[in-house]
């Protein structure tokens, strides 16, 4: 899969805004929500309009409008009610998410649709709020092209009725293989066959472990269930990727990181323009990574790590100081500190944040973690591949190369202040693309679209759910 795709399309979401922000002329018009008017044309765009919302997956959610212009207050209700949606999403982050502190949207509607009303371009105002991407409207195109009536699945992959055990030949070979593919479980599919060969067989081993089914690579039912969404299922998933994008800052900084938790990847923007992607390790689903907005404000050569209460009594309680020693700890205060060095567990570098979580990037020295397809494996900070060549790309870019290479040489906890601080935003997002553009629909590790959905009018899904294992005691 070609990440720097995947990163600009939806890592980051670096789209432009359009007729979504207040207006500065509005004062100077006259124009004000008091006594702007409602006539039979623009809330016939705004009927319109309503009518056309399965473009942006809300066709499950009702908006009443006024089927006449007499009730004036009511359509002004109803046309503030859809924008809202349009603009900032129908459901509210922070409402559905323990810890939700990304920055949304926060146009004046009212400004807005009372300039709308007096040019008569309620369609277009309207149109204007969502996101203005190629992203977005790829979405909204499969969407369309998904919705059916009712929710009755549709099945991509024919079930059968015994299961498809190594070597088989089977006509279901090639769409097996492209869902593996889609899912980096495979890294291509075999070359028109329909022989289930050893490839494949390990991409489903792989998949079955990081799902907690047998590792025997038998594709019978649960495996097939896996690889197996409904139409409904992909359009629900859809839904919830526009949602998602609605409650983002349309203008986002030009420098910032984005880290998307779901395909747990980074993105590194620089002016604008995409600079780095790279894997991360995110939070497993008992200890999940926060979606956050907060800024990198510093560099940590050499890190200590003072253990956390929950991992020092969950995970190293009653190990003994033969453990401590053998991993560099040592009691201080009434807590474990693990000194610097390559076992660190924060490894060689701490990306310092500012947030009340405790949540950061940095370094690791479990560098297998990397090679998983499912890297939701750490407490819930976020590990980054090879964090100290990110470090440098940093310390580069921010004009600091030579105080950071001073401290990486002291060997000991030192701090590189940044001249500006970096934006960081925790984002999740299960709907990435594929070479041609199209839209795949990625494991959903946390099972954070399912309360998503339900905002949006969708029935719960009952796909499985990843149990990824082997992680460390590290954050």
Known sequence: MRYGMIACSLLALSFSLSGCNSSSNSSQSGVTAENARWTDATAKQLRKAIDRRAAHGLDRMRFEVPSNTEDQAALTQSALGYAAALARGASDPAKLSDIYTIPRPDPNLK????????????DDWLSGLVPQDDTYRALSKAYLALRKPGDAPAAAIPDAPKPLNPGANDPRIPAIARQLVASDYL??????????????VNAVRRMQADYGIKPDGVIGKEALEILNLSDSDRARTLAVAMERMRWLDRNPPANRIDVNLASARLAYWRDGKLADTRKVVVGKPETETPQLGSPIYRLVANPTWTVPRSIQ??????????YLRRNNMMWEDGWIVQKPGPKNSLGLVKFDMQNEHQIYLHDTPA???????????????????DALGFAAMLARDEGISTEWEKARAMGKESFVPLPKAIPVRLTYQTVLFDEAGEPVIRADPYGWNDRVSAALGFPASEGHRLRPSGSDVGP
């Open 367 to 385: 560098k297998q973690l990397f090679s998983e397809v499912q890297r939701q494996r750490s407490h819930g900070c976020v590990r980054v591949e």
């Open 187 to 200: 890294e291509r599919p075999p070359a028109q066959s329909e022989t289930y060969g050893p490839d494949m």
């Open 313 to 322: 009594s969950k995970e190293i309680a009653g190990k003994g100081s033969a």
């Open 111 to 122: 400004t807005g649709l009372a300039e709308a009303l007096a040019k008569g371009k309620v």
